[in-house]
């Protein structure tokens, strides 16, 4: 075995099932996340001792370890189901977060309750449960009781308000139509019209009205602003200011990466400044993202863009126009960042190409761009492609340095649009990767936040994907074009 390698073999083989696994789990795990996000869930009841009902969503189930005291101080049922419960769970009591929304009424989106205090009954589905997602104030939940247009309340049976409501949410209505809504604990509500975005009863829906919802809500997901501090409503801005960036990095870092890679490879003496030049591109490539931040925001934003600003926009001083963070600007420091993988991955491309085809082409009598030009570059723009794709992958997936030079939490003017000039690279912008973390770290209301960082996350992957697609499918063409073509 030790002399035909097969424990080298295994060694080798079982390193790449454990990456292939490692990353094949961390990718299904945010794909099932993000994809059930927006998958409607039933609407509980849950009655407490005290005589309090708790309506909402069931959005996770735990187990926790109780207090010293707290069995010992429960009496009768409590009790006796709070033991049955730790003598399963090992210790362990069950609980369930329930999203209740009404957060005007009862000052929380999210209640634990523990299952100790459900008793048999205590739990129910009822079947006129609505699920109201509004403009304002989150989500809310509650039962129909009267549905009032031009004053007049027109529906008092559930099912006639539904159908009503249908009939009138999203299109022509009296001013000041309202729903009234009772919540669980029978307090009342009235709800405008006008600021209900979706409305469903859960308990009633069959499958192809959850995909309908589930639809709805994707759509609205992909094409909408957010509201409700990013974590309600879309992610358009940011999906349009991710692209723009990303293709606007692309753009600018490929022609400076190829023609240095071209004068270090091609044109430059090999010596010991070459190899200096190239030791410190690669130490470059190890910098940390945030010093290009620091540096972009120093260079680019108060040198030249307070340049720019003093020459052309001095009318508008002490306020920034190109002075400050902008979609340009974040593109130039990300073109700065990835410049050292299109360098290296183009001059590989370029050093692959035989010498005997420039020889060649010498020998006919070309001169050493000709040769460039039509030989060694055709040959090379695979390798150029991978670095381009690279390049692309990384600068899409950067945060840090935008958070610096450009990204903000909310941009609703786009820094492409139809106004003239139509390009606007001072404006700020949205980005994916900013909005997770801001969804994940600066949220108010983390726990509705949570699913939506798995749904942008699948996004953001999918977008990355899908350019680095493109650019595979053109680097394939380029392959079948020149490889094995005969100089």
């Not at 299952?115 to 509650?142: C, H, K, M, N, Q």
Request: net charge neutral.
């Amino acid at each position: 075995m030790l002399a035909r390698g097969e424990p080298v073999v295994w060694l080798t083989g079982s390193g790449l099932v454990i990456g292939l696994l490692m990353v094949t789990v961390l990718v299904g795990y945010v794909f099932y996340q993000g994809l059930i996000t927006f998958w409607p869930r039933p609407v509980v009841a849950l009655t407490t001792p005290d005589g309090r009902t708790h309506l909402g969503e069931v959005t996770r189930t735990d187990t926790f370890i109780p207090p010293p005291d707290l069995i010992p101080g429960l009496t009768g049922a409590l009790r006796e189901r709070a033991e049955a419960q730790t003598a399963r769970e090992e210790g362990a009591l069950g609980r369930r977060l329930l999203r209740t929304g009404n957060f005007e009424l009862t000052g929380e989106h999210f209640r634990w309750v523990e299952d100790y205090l459900i008793a048999e009954g205590g739990e129910s589905r009822p079947e006129w449960a609505l699920v109201f997602e509004r403009t304002t104030w989150g989500r809310f939940y509650g039962f129909p009781t009267a549905l009032v247009l031009g004053g007049e309340v027109v529906a008092e049976d559930p099912s006639r308000i539904w159908e009503m409501f249908q009939d009138h949410h999203g299109g022509d209505h009296p001013a000041g139509a309202v729903l009234r809504v009772r919540t669980a604990s029978g307090e009342e509500k009235e709800l405008d019209l006008t600021e209900i975005v979706r409305a469903y009863p859960a308990n009633r829906l069959g499958f192809l009205d959850k995909v309908r919802v589930y639809a709805s809500r994707w759509n609205e997901f992909l094409t909408a602003e957010p509201r409700e501090a990013n974590s309600e409503g879309g992610v358009f801005p940011a999906i349009f200011g991710t692209v723009v960036m990303t293709l606007a990095m692309t753009i600018l870092v490929v022609p400076f990466g190829v023609m240095a890679a071209l004068y270090l490879r091609e044109y430059a003496k090999q010596g010991w400044l070459t190899s200096v030049v190239r030791i410190s591109i690669n130490n470059l490539a190890g910098v940390p993202s945030i010093v290009f931040g620091v540096f972009g925001l120093g260079f680019f934003c108060y040198i030249v863009g307070g340049g720019i600003d003093q020459v052309f926009f001095s009318d508008k001083l002490p306020s920034p126009t190109f002075g400050t963070g902008g979609i340009m600007w974040a593109s130039l420091t990300l073109a700065l960042l990835t410049l050292p993988v299109v360098i290296v991955a183009t001059e590989e491309a370029l050093a692959a190409v035989p010498t005997s085809m420039r020889e060649g082409s010498f020998a006919c009598g070309a001169t050493r761009w000709q040769t460039i030009r039509r030989v060694v570059l055709p040959r090379a723009l695979p390798g150029v492609m991978t670095g381009a794709i690279l390049a692309m992958a990384r600068g899409a997936g950067e945060v840090a340095p935008l958070m610096l030079v450009g990204a903000v939490k909310l941009a609703p003017d786009l820094p492409l649009d139809l106004e003239w000039p139509f390009m606007h690279p001072e404006r700020s912008f949205m980005h994916l990767g900013f909005h997770i973390y801001d969804l994940g770290f600066q949220s108010q209301n983390s726990e509705a936040a949570k699913p939506m960082v798995f749904t942008t996350t699948l996004l953001l992957m999918g977008i990355v994907l899908f350019l680095n697609a493109a650019a595979i499918r053109l680097r394939s063409g380029l392959t079948r074009k020149y490889t094995g073509s005969k100089f």
